[in-house]
């Protein structure tokens, strides 16, 4: 059986892995639909009941685009290492590499110590 430890350090390398470009680009703002947006900042959603989380990212022509993810009736349970592993597993989140893909940002939101401002 493996320790909380090991699970740690094991999501951290796995998080490196794809998210390491994260911490090099930064936050940035752009302008989407006449007002000013942080691009790669997760914030909670109310305008769209069907998700929960919604993101700005850059699209491949150079636009701002909106992401919208997550199940508005479940729970993140990102501090259980077990619940963050077998998440991680079954959605292949060490293959999500496309910022304007939903499911890159779900693997995102399950990191360790995420949290969303809004």
Known sequence: MKSFKEFE??????EECIFE???EEGLQ???YQGKKVKL?????TSENPNKKFKVYTMGPSGKVVVVRFGDPKMGINRDDPEARKNFRARHNCDQKKDKTTAGYWSCYQWRAGSKVDN
């Open 40 to 44: 790669n900042d997760p914030i909670r």
């Open 9 to 14: 350090d094991i999501d951290e390398k796995c």
């Open 29 to 31: 703002e752009a302008e």
């Open 21 to 23: 470009h994260e911490e």
